[in-house]
T-cell receptor, first 113, second 115 residues
């Protein structure tokens, strides 16, 4: 596609529920990143995929967070047993791997009530 | 690991004036420094980047300068316009390896351009 697409744009869930956030990167981009952005802060790294494999998952805050990219394109960020502190905007970005920097999607605003 | 500090947190200028935002980094091996602009409700958009083999890069009204010795880099916007109003973020690689690993972002500068 023309840009990075994230769905849903907004998600409200109850504490303790499971959520999935989807990212469609730019076609052909091999690298895919997930970031989390809290109000008034810069994006905070969660996980980075190169192709199908997680090249760096050091930013995942705990084992409730998991992400997959089974075919090397679409990625899903999964959060189990959501907590109110998980409320944030979850950003996805992709890059071609040719040194051209990231392209971000518009994010999914997650609210845990 | 890398640490990125960004100043100021807010900046207000009159239309037509220049705006300068500064960032410092801690890892002397870092070699890629992008700047992003984020408008309300949107994701960050890459506006300019610089690699450590050059000291300055310019694109129309936007320029970035890099001082490797002092480990700081700055964004310069000239002839500011109301549509430049946004939050600007600097970033640096979390470890040496250039532009394709994960980035550490500054906390952002909210720029307001008053007509």
């Amino acid at each position: 596609g023309a840009g990075v697409s994230q769905t849903p744009s907004n998600k409200v869930t109850e504490k303790g529920k499971y959520v999935e956030l989807r990212c469609d990167p730019i076609s052909g981009h091999t690298a895919l990143y997930w970031y989390r952005q809290s109000l008034g802060q810069g994006p905070e790294f969660l996980i980075y995929f190169q192709g199908t494999g997680a090249a760096d998952d050091s930013g995942l805050p705990n084992d409730r967070f998991f992400a997959v990219r089974p075919e090397g394109s679409v990625s899903t960020l999964k959060i189990q047993r959501t907590e109110r502190g998980d409320s944030a905007v979850y950003l996805c970005a992709s890059s071609s791997g040719q040194g051209d920097g990231y392209t971000f999607g518009s994010g999914t605003r997650l609210t845990v009530v | 690991g890398e640490n990125v500090e960004q100043h100021p947190s807010t900046l207000s200028v009159q239309e037509g004036d220049s705006a300068v935002i500064k960032c410092t980094y801690s890892d002397s091996a870092s070699n890629y420094f992008p700047w992003y602009k984020q408008e309300l409700g949107k994701g960050p958009q890459l506006i300019i980047d610089i690699r450590s083999n050059v000291g300055e890069k310019k694109d129309q009204r936007i320029a970035v300068t890099l001082n490797k010795t002092a480990k700081h880099f700055s964004l310069h916007i000239t002839e500011t316009q109301p549509e430049d109003s946004a939050v600007y973020f600097c970033a640096a690689p979390s470890r040496s390896g250039g532009s394709q690993g994960n980035l550490i972002f500054g906390k952002g500068t909210k720029l307001s351009v008053k007509p």
